[in-house]
Structures are given as C-alpha cells and as structure tokens.
C-alpha cells in the first residue's frame, strides 16, 4: 500500500514537500513515480525515480523547480515542489513500478489515494 501526504494550499512561487510512503513492501526494489491529474484532464508523469540507481526524469513542466528522492531507511519517496505556480494544481499520485527503469503507468503495481495540491494566492 501506498500513502500520499503533504498536499494543501500554497502560494504562488511557495514550496511543499510530498511523501509517498509504503507499508507491506519496499520501495527500493521498485520504480516510483508522481502523477498529477488536474480537473478535466488526463493524469500526467511528473517525475520518476529508477530502479536500481534512483537515477530521476522530470518533466518539462517542472523541471529545476521539482526534485524527486528516496529515503530507504523510512521507505519513503519525497517530491520537492519549489517556485511553485497555478498549473502544478491538482491530485498528486505515486506510483510503483517492479524493478524497472522507466515509471510507465500501466506498469504500475500500486497506486497512492492521492494528495490534493492548490496553488492560489
């Protein structure tokens, strides 16, 4: 299982910290990635974080103002969202991916209930 924490209202150029925490399995043998999904629209690939060397892709639409990490000893995958803006609104999800280098969404194994991020001033 998959648990999301650390959404809520921040404003523009602000900062938060998502964490994707797993219980029953670990994460390190696994791809993990974050999704988001705003309203109307599609869920979109923010970020991975590879199995086995943790190496990280962003997408264009965050890139340099999101880091993606992993913490082993807490089994937890963080996402760092600085200079924050209207469009990183919406439902933040992770998901794991067995062993794999790339976070493709049907691949995934386990999802998170998600996080609600508004960015609003």
């Known amino acids: 299982q998959l648990v999301e924490s650390g959404g809520g209202l921040v404003e523009p150029g602000g900062s938060l910290r998502l964490s994707c925490a797993a219980s029953g399995f670990t994460l390190d043998n696994y791809a993990i990635g974050w999704w988001r999904q705003a309203p109307g629209k599609g869920r979109e690939e923010i970020s991975c974080i590879n199995y086995p060397d943790s190496g990280t892709k962003y997408a264009d639409s965050v890139n340099g103002r999101f880091t993606i990490s992993r913490d082993n000893s807490k089994n937890t995958v963080y996402l760092q969202m600085d200079s924050v803006i209207a469009e990183d609104s919406g439902v933040y999800y992770c998901?794991?991916?067995?062993?794999?280098?790339?976070?493709?969404?049907?691949?995934?194994?386990?999802w998170g209930q998600g996080t609600q991020v508004t960015v609003s001033s």
């Open positions: 998901g794991a991916v067995w062993r794999a280098l790339a976070c493709v969404h049907a691949s995934v194994n386990s």
